[in-house]
């Protein structure tokens, strides 16, 4: 067989194998948010307490709970009144991508650039 068409058939398997990796991460994405929803569990916070452990607060319903978790445990530490859980509002993804791309291009601007 010639070269060109042998190369051909690489380009050929290349770009299918590509693509096929391409669909099955994005039905392996797609299926796991869909996992990883709720409609009555939210984590509003967190915080690191060392390798595998950390204070989470969630909200389960319209309450809000402290709870402690290890690698091996789940312990219920406190319900937190309403009042005193600080929640941010939901980042708006292109406003925050803009602001990550401006960031990432200051980064490569010369000082005379600025």
Avoid: C
């Amino acid at each position: 067989m010639p070269y060109w068409i042998q190369l051909i058939w690489y380009l050929v398997a290349f770009f299918l194998v590509i693509g096929a990796a391409f669909y099955i991460t994005r039905f392996i994405g797609q299926s796991s948010i869909k996992l990883g929803r709720s409609l009555n569990l939210e984590v509003i916070d967190f915080i690191s307490l060392g390798r595998e452990k950390g204070l989470y607060i969630i909200k389960v319903g319209n309450r809000f709970m402290l709870i402690g978790v290890t690698n091996s445990n789940i312990t219920y530490l406190a319900e937190i009144e309403r009042e005193h859980v600080k929640i941010e509002k939901p980042k708006n993804f292109a406003s925050e991508l803009n602001f990550s791309l401006e960031r990432f291009r200051n980064l490569f601007k010369k000082d005379g650039d600025k």
